[in-house]
């Protein structure tokens, strides 16, 4: 089957980079000393009976990490990056992940390691039938299994350019069986270049039976976590794959097909017998060590030459016949594994004319990755650059534990730098992070449908939910939003229901709101955006304005909307409830953006000093909004007798918006507690009439210790259908409340959250 021929025709080239990735990545937990773990798998994961995310592999301290499929290499990554966060973070805040292949010291008994405290029995047994064949140490350690499968338009164009065969699956099976083969002969340039295993620690190995340390890769050698010689399968085609397999089972050498060890396998099925049916849908390279200089253990760079490496296996002819051109790379690959880190690799030669014709590949087929392919080529030449040899180097001056440990805590610092980011998906909003945070750890899927409108599914069994902006989902009805978004009919409603709400006019044109100077000018009032969020384009006025002042604060309204409201100002503190299913869940009271004097520095000054706190950002990506130096703020700062020049008394406090919303630079202060019973039920009422499941409703209150007995003491002046929930889980002061749980809880009430 003449592969290339396939490959340079035209109907086939735009296809050729179609592909889907998975990763499966296996890390220790360790203390921040670098000690391996003696703590069970976090509970705050959930159950591992279904979690698609997060498990545990042979040992209780081995945590495994599995991305849902995905077809770009960013894709994968940001999803290796998000569930990387979680898994730090859901752990005790004094472990960490091990960024090694090969484990730390293991105990000095055996017996001490912990095998995994699964729910299935099989799984248990199974566990305790590897650490009698092969003994726990072996099992310790841990690498990337990388999932490959070409895209299926690809795979049809493929399919339509050959007539050798006359059915699809057919033709798939041969093509994966060709990449098994010759990625079995050439595995050994993955090692030579990713290989990070050179050293062990204390205790890995129990006997004499050892490499001659450093080496490149102890974990792809024969040293590593192997099967025994005596266990040999044909890759010649898939029934003979099948039968030998099958063989060694019924001989008692394998105790299952999962038990054979292979550096790639064939998947499609839950079974190799599957294979027959469902043809190979796609193959799974294990013999990846991690990456302990990322983060997550593996680069964009290795993924995108993976991906041309797979390509090049379907490019590269087959020189031997099949078994004997595996053996003879079984037999490379293990001398490569076992070569010293520093030296020029035996089989340079052979590397060069690789990569001279995965140059040639690319060029016929109008492919990039040209400097990527020379950068790694010149490796072969500079071994000092492959990742093994730069653990040595480090290891010559620190030891490898000591290098192990720096590394582990750097990445454990990342991951807790921002914790209310998720990694993979900052530049989404920031409510929208922490939901998709919460359902990762919990186990639900999570795909971004679209990254720039906050549109994510959410998948738990045959139970999906489609979320928008963190808390917008379908249990709301259409018209709720709606109603909510227009601020007159909200009051409308509200009004006629009995609740209290300020008069008011509502103007289509700035001309007809300046006539209404004469009639709000001589009591307190505001001015605001009929439809709006998040405190938009809203003045407040305590004291009798000038008319230009009157009228910029109209324009600034109108420059939001075609509408604009003017009503009274109600005299009291506004307070933030977040009502869910009937339930008041948080209550915040929001301080307006304000500076604290300091005798010294001027307003702008102070508000530069203030905007350095790193819980203070743009756009929602913080959970606290940098405050703004406008035309709305400048108006403020008039009112008070102030520029931004003027100089504050020291501890003079100074306030650049009256309204207080945290999304024009407020600060939040949780009250949830503190706030009486009454008023927490009038938000539940008023948002019950609204017609909506989730809210964030504005009351004004004038003591909310307080209980409610008349109009008088309280006043709702708005109703959010949208409403941020990162304020509450990331107070400026006082306790946090995870509204993102609570909408998940909402969601999926049929699971124990």
């Given at each position: 089957m003449n592969t290339k021929d396939m490959m340079i025709q035209e109907k086939v080239k735009p296809f050729l980079l179609q592909a889907r990735y998975g990763i499966e990545k296996e890390s220790q937990r360790v203390t921040l000393e670098g000690h391996l773990v003696r703590t069970d798998h976090p509970t705050s994961v959930g159950s591992r009976s279904f979690h698609p995310y997060i498990q545990t592999d042979f040992s209780e301290y081995q945590i495994e990490l599995i991305t849902p499929v995905t077809e770009s290499v960013d894709e994968v990554l940001a999803s290796l990056e998000a569930i990387h966060d979680v898994a730090q973070r859901s752990m005790p805040e004094d472990e960490m992940l091990w960024p090694f292949s090969m484990p730390p010291a293991l105990p000095e008994k055996e017996e001490d390691i912990q095998i995994a405290k699964l729910e299935n029995?099989?799984?248990?047994?199974?566990?305790?039938?590897?650490?009698?064949?092969?003994?726990?140490?072996?099992?310790?350690?841990?690498?990337?299994?990388?999932?490959?499968?070409?895209?299926?338009?690809?795979?049809?164009?493929?399919?339509?350019?050959?007539?050798?065969?006359?059915?699809?699956?057919?033709?798939?099976?041969?093509?994966?069986?060709?990449?098994?083969?010759?990625?079995?002969?050439?595995?050994?340039?993955?090692?030579?270049?990713?290989?990070?295993?050179?050293?062990?620690?204390?205790?890995?190995?129990?006997?004499?039976?050892?490499?001659?340390?450093?080496?490149?890769?102890?974990?792809?050698?024969?040293?590593?976590?192997?099967?025994?010689?005596?266990?040999?399968?044909?890759?010649?085609?898939?029934?003979?794959?099948?039968?030998?397999?099958?063989?060694?089972?019924?001989?008692?050498?394998?105790?299952?097909?999962?038990?054979?060890?292979?550096?790639?396998?064939?998947?499609?099925?839950?079974?190799?017998?599957?294979?027959?049916?469902?043809?190979?849908?796609?193959?799974?390279?294990?013999?990846?060590?991690?990456?302990?200089?990322?983060?997550?253990?593996?680069?964009?760079?290795?993924?995108?030459?993976?991906?041309?490496?797979?390509?090049?296996?379907?490019?590269?002819?087959?020189?031997?016949?099949?078994?004997?051109?595996?053996?003879?790379?079984?037999r490379i690959s293990d001398a490569v594994s076992l070569e010293h880190p520093a030296k020029t690799t035996a089989y340079v030669?052979?590397?060069?004319?690789?990569?001279?014709?995965?140059?040639?590949?690319?060029?016929?087929?109008?492919?990039?990755?040209?400097?990527?392919?020379?950068?790694?080529?010149?490796?072969?030449?500079?071994?000092?650059?492959?990742?093994?040899?730069?653990?040595?180097?480090?290891?010559?001056?620190?030891?490898?534990?000591?290098?192990?440990?720096?590394?582990?805590?750097?990445?454990?610092?990342?991951?807790?730098?921002?914790?209310?980011?998720?990694?993979?998906?900052?530049?989404?909003?920031?409510?929208?992070?922490?939901?998709?945070?919460?359902?990762?750890?919990?186990?639900?899927?999570?795909?971004?449908?679209?990254?720039?409108?906050?549109?994510?599914?959410?998948?738990?069994?045959?139970?999906?939910?489609?979320?928008?902006?963190?808390?917008?989902?379908?249990?709301?009805?259409?018209?709720?939003?709606?109603?909510?978004?227009?601020?007159?009919?909200?009051?409308?409603?509200?009004?006629?229901?009995?609740?209290?709400?300020?008069?008011?006019?509502?103007?289509?044109?700035?001309?007809?709101?300046?006539?209404?100077?004469?009639?709000?000018?001589?009591?307190?009032?505001?001015?605001?955006?009929?439809?709006?969020?998040?405190?938009?384009?809203?003045?407040?006025?305590?004291?009798e304005p000038a008319i230009n002042d009157f009228n910029a604060g109209l324009a600034l309204a109108f420059a939001e909307d075609d509408e604009v409201i003017i009503e009274e100002f109600l005299e009291g503190t506004e307070y933030r409830f977040f009502v869910i299913d009937h339930q008041v869940k948080a209550v915040l009271l929001r301080t307006p953006a304000n500076v604290i004097g300091d005798g010294k520095q001027t307003i702008k000054e102070l508000v530069s000093a203030k905007n350095a706190d790193p819980l203070r950002g743009t756009n929602h990506r913080a959970p606290l909004e940098k405050i703004q130096l406008g035309d709305l703020e400048q108006l403020m700062l008039k009112e008070q007798g102030f520029r931004i020049d003027s100089i504050p008394d020291k501890d003079q406090q100074v306030f650049l918006r009256e309204n207080s919303n945290v999304s024009t630079g407020g600060d939040s202060i949780d009250v949830t507690d503190e706030m009486d019973e009454s008023y927490k039920q009038i938000a539940v009422d008023a948002v019950e009439v609204l017609g909506a499941r989730i809210s964030g409703i504005d009351l004004i209150i004038p003591d909310k210790e307080k209980p409610y007995e008349t109009a008088k003491d309280y006043g709702i002046i708005e109703a959010n259908f949208n409403p941020m929930m990162h304020m509450h889980i990331y107070p400026y002061i006082g306790q946090s409340r995870r509204l993102t749980i609570d909408v998940l809880r909402f969601l999926y009430p049929e699971m124990a959250i």
């Open positions: 029995h099989a799984d248990v047994l199974y566990r305790r039938y590897l650490a009698r064949e092969y003994g726990k140490r072996k099992q310790m350690v841990s690498g990337i299994h990388f999932n490959f499968e070409y895209g299926l338009d690809l795979v049809e164009q493929l399919f339509l350019a050959q007539t050798e065969e006359v059915l699809m699956e057919n033709f798939k099976t041969r093509l994966y069986m060709k990449i098994a083969r010759n990625f079995l002969r050439y595995r050994w340039l993955i090692t030579y270049l990713f290989g990070a295993s050179p050293l062990s620690e204390a205790r890995y190995f129990d006997g004499a039976d050892r490499p001659k340390e450093p080496v490149r890769s102890i974990r792809t050698s024969r040293y590593g976590y192997v099967n025994k010689p005596d266990v040999k399968v044909s890759y010649e085609t898939l029934a003979r794959y099948s039968e030998e397999l099958a063989e060694n089972v019924a001989q008692g050498r394998l105790s299952e097909e999962k038990e054979f060890y292979a550096p790639i396998r064939m998947r499609g099925g839950k079974k190799v017998a599957d294979l027959f049916h469902t043809g190979i849908r796609y193959v799974e390279l294990r013999n990846i060590d991690l990456n302990p200089f990322e983060r997550v253990g593996i680069s964009s760079d290795e993924i995108e030459f993976l991906h041309l490496f797979m390509l090049y296996l379907l490019w590269t002819d087959e020189k031997l016949p099949a078994d004997e051109w595996v053996a003879e790379g079984n030669a052979e590397g060069h004319a690789i990569f001279a014709e995965m140059l040639q590949m690319i060029d016929e087929l109008s492919l990039e990755g040209g400097d990527l392919l020379q950068k790694y080529q010149s490796w072969l030449d500079h071994p000092a650059e492959t990742f093994a040899a730069r653990i040595l180097a480090l290891d010559e001056t620190k030891g490898q534990a000591a290098v192990a440990t720096e590394l582990g805590l750097q990445f454990y610092n990342q991951a807790w730098a921002h914790p209310y980011q998720l990694a993979g998906f900052q530049e989404m909003e920031l409510s929208t992070q922490s939901l998709l945070f919460d359902a990762i750890q919990k186990g639900i899927e999570t795909e971004v449908l679209d990254r720039q409108d906050q549109f994510v599914k959410l998948q738990h069994k045959n139970h999906q939910e489609l979320v928008k902006n963190g808390n917008m989902t379908s249990k709301d009805t259409y018209i709720a939003p709606l109603l909510m978004e227009n601020k007159t009919v909200t009051k409308i409603v509200l009004e006629r229901a009995g609740f209290h709400v300020p008069h008011g006019e509502t103007f289509a044109s700035i001309a007809e709101a300046k006539k209404a100077y004469p009639r709000f000018a001589q009591k307190a009032f505001v001015i605001k955006p009929k439809s709006t969020n998040y405190g938009l384009g809203i003045t407040i006025f305590k004291n």
